[in-house]
Antibody, heavy 122, light 107 residues
Framework: EVQLVESGGGVVQPGRSLRLSCAAS????????MHWVRQVPGKGLEWVSG????????GYADSVKGRFTISRDNAKNSLYVQMNSLRPEDTAFYYC???????????????WGQGTLVTVSS | SYELTQPPSVSVSPRQTASITCSGD??????ACWYQQKPGQSPVLVIY???KRPSGIPERFSGSNSGNTATLTISGTQAMDEADYYC??????????FGGGTKLIVL
């Protein structure tokens, strides 16, 4: 059974940093691209960042480019996002999502974690 | 940047057919997929690569994609299908794009 478990969310002041983690199990983690998607409570989905299976291709939404850094550790079956210079508009649930195609670029997301809430507030 | 447009809400009576559209420039040249999200839950993939259903998704869910419009069709809609639905595509310039979401109301 595929499981994605996010951690690291919480309340942080504007301008500070936070690192989210996603522990993956139930599939061959190193074969798939992984993504972070966020959702402001009550609003729609926004893709934040994606990383290919071998970390060779990385992409970011314009809204986080230069502030967030995605990474992965295939030996630990883990996905991360380092979020710096956080802003109130970064407040959202952050989901870890598995790409649906092996050894491919961004396609669709066939499994999602339960999400972790990040609140940026003074 | 690439945009996908969905109607904010769609209403349907039980056992009738619901159609939710997703519009984008030359969307038919890309693959579209659809997610269902119920309150307090994570999104669930219901259609990928325009027409394919993941394992465990009921046959009443189907998809199409042509021209500028992708469509999610739910045949014989049930009360349990009431949820928010999001379309998604991939574009070389903006990577992953989501539509704004459609609330399906089963009256």
């Amino acid at each position: 059974e595929v499981q994605l478990v996010e951690s690291g969310g919480g309340v942080v002041q504007p301008g500070r940093s936070l690192r989210l983690s996603c522990a993956a199990s139930g599939f061959t983690f190193q074969d798939y691209a992984m993504h972070w998607v966020r959702q402001v409570p009550g609003k729609g989905l926004e893709w934040v960042s994606g990383i290919s299976w071998n970390s060779g291709t990385i992409g970011y939404a314009d809204s986080v480019k230069g502030r967030f850094t995605i990474s992965r550790d295939n030996a630990k079956n883990s996905l991360y996002v380092q979020m710096n210079s956080l802003r109130p508009e970064d407040t959202a649930f952050y989901y870890c999502a598995k790409d649906g195609s092996k050894f491919s670029g961004w396609t669709f997301f066939d499994y999602w974690g339960q999400g972790t809430l990040v609140t940026v507030s003074s | 940047s690439y945009e996908l447009t969905q109607p904010p809400s769609v209403s349907v009576s039980p056992r009738q057919t619901a159609s939710i559209t997703c519009s984008g420039d030359k969307l038919g040249n890309k693959y579209a997929c659809w997610y269902q999200q119920k309150p307090g839950q994570s999104p669930v993939l219901v259609i990928y690569q325009d027409t394919k259903r993941p394992s465990g998704i009921p046959e009443r869910f189907s998809g199409s994609n042509s021209g500028n419009t992708a469509t999610l069709t739910i045949s014989g809609t049930q009360a349990m299908d009431e949820a928010d639905y999001y379309c998604q595509a991939w574009d070389s310039s903006t990577a992953v794009v989501f539509g704004g979401g459609t609330k399906l109301i089963v009256l």
